[in-house]
């Protein structure tokens, strides 16, 4: 990397001509690739330390739920910080690991959490929504809808 560096300082302190910003893109995307690939391989390298990231992902997300005083829905930037993790990096891990996004595995956290909460329950849809953290239980209903093919009175129904 330090060569590629030095290669562009070269040609950026040599005369100008017409082949200058060609050559020093040209290293730039080699310079880039390169970090790309560094920044891509810690995912192949870091297998154990990520499994732990996740599990470490799972207890913060079932603590979350646990305190129903939070107030709004979890966030990938709350759990980031809570990793000690820029959202960006965390969505990055999760991708490789999971094949989904921070938003999507919230997501589908929500809604394990919704089931649970519909069969053992007697608590209303809208009281569902509200204890889960949405300020609409219309949004509720539609992430539910989305992700299960029922709405959630359609899910409670089929366990009575």
Do not use: W
């Not at 030095?6 to 050559?23: G, H, M, R, T």
């Not at 005083?69 to 910080?81: I, Q």
């Amino acid at each position: 990397m330090e060569s590629i560096l030095e290669q562009i300082e070269k040609e950026y302190l040599s005369p100008i001509d017409n082949f200058s910003q060609d050559v020093i893109i040209a290293h730039l995307d080699v310079l880039l690739s390169y970090c790309n690939r560094f920044y891509n391989r810690q995912f192949i390298t870091r297998k154990t330390n990520n499994s732990e990231m996740l599990n470490k992902l799972d207890k913060i997300m079932n603590i979350y739920f646990e305190n129903r005083g939070n107030k709004g829905l979890p966030t990938a930037s709350y759990l980031a910080a809570e990793l000690n993790l820029s959202p960006k990096y965390l969505s990055d891990c999760l991708k490789q690991l999971t094949g989904h996004t921070t938003q999507q595995l919230i997501h589908e956290k929500l809604v394990e959490q919704a089931k649970d909460l519909l069969t053992s329950t007697e608590l209303s849809i809208s009281e569902i929504a509200y204890q889960l953290g949405f300020g609409y239980s219309q949004s509720f209903n539609k992430l539910f809808k989305n992700k299960t093919s029922q709405t959630p009175l359609e899910f409670r129904q089929s366990f009575n």
